[in-house]
């Protein structure tokens, strides 16, 4: 199943990608055609179907949400949306990171130099080979995670990325999907993660948003 659901994502992103002229890809929307999302650090703000960007996350990001999604929070370095309003286990986190945290101290740190490889080789994930795929307007790379057995956490969590007061985690209940996009401002990633019981589902809805995702230059 877990690869399964890998397979899933590359193919929906991809889609756009071919030659296939019976295809029918719908462009994503532009940020002026998008609402602005305000800053935001609290409770899930429900959001209405449509268009959304963030000025205060650079580089802005634009996609699209059906019914259901909701944002709570907004900054400059972590937008996080998630599928249920009283449920923080789900979330799609665009996140501009600073730092990760090292796996045996749980230390921040720098940046690596190969972002890719640090997830594929971090001792305390079990992941799946990573793959090449297209974001939007943005080549990327990304992966099927989950917790390793022994990994050593911290307040129940395995914390992996560093965004201003942001940390981006997994638990060992659930799985995750990391999806590192290359920018000329330094990268991006995507860290999608639900309860493992929920993650086939919420996956199916992530789909969508991803793959109206866009970064401006």
């Known amino acids: 199943m877990l690869r399964a659901w890998f397979v899933v994502l590359a193919v929906a992103l991809l889609a756009g990608c071919g030659d296939d002229s019976s295809s029918s890809v719908t462009p994503g929307p532009t940020a002026r055609q998008a609402t602005a999302l305000d800053v935001s650090s609290g409770e899930p703000d429900p959001l209405a179907p449509g268009a959304y960007t963030s000025r205060v996350f650079t580089p802005a990001p634009t996609f699209t949400v059906n019914e259901g999604w909701a944002a709570s929070v907004v900054d400059t370095q972590l937008i996080a949306l998630s599928r249920d309003v ?13 730092g990760v945290y090292d796996p045996a101290t749980g ?27 297209q974001v ?8 099927e995670v989950r917790v390793a057995e022994g990994a050593a956490l911290q307040d129940g969590r395995l ?9 981006y985690s997994l638990a060992p209940g659930e799985k995750g999907h990391i999806v590192i996009i290359d920018h000329p401002d330094g990268p991006l990633i995507l860290g999608i ?17 991803v793959g109206s995702l866009t970064f401006a230059d």
């Open 86 to 98: 009283a449920d923080e286990g789900d979330c799609l986190c665009i996140i501009a990171p600073h």
């Open 107 to 133: 230390a921040t740190i720098p940046l690596p130099a190969d972002l890719t490889e640090w997830f594929a080789a971090n001792p305390g994930l079990v992941a799946t080979n990573p793959s090449s795929l």
């Open 136 to 143: 939007g307007n943005r080549a990327a790379h990304q992966m």
């Open 159 to 167: 914390p992996l990325v560093a965004a201003a007061e942001h940390t």
């Open 193 to 209: 993660r639900a309860p493992t019981a929920e993650y086939g589902d919420y996956f199916r809805q992530v789909e969508g948003v």
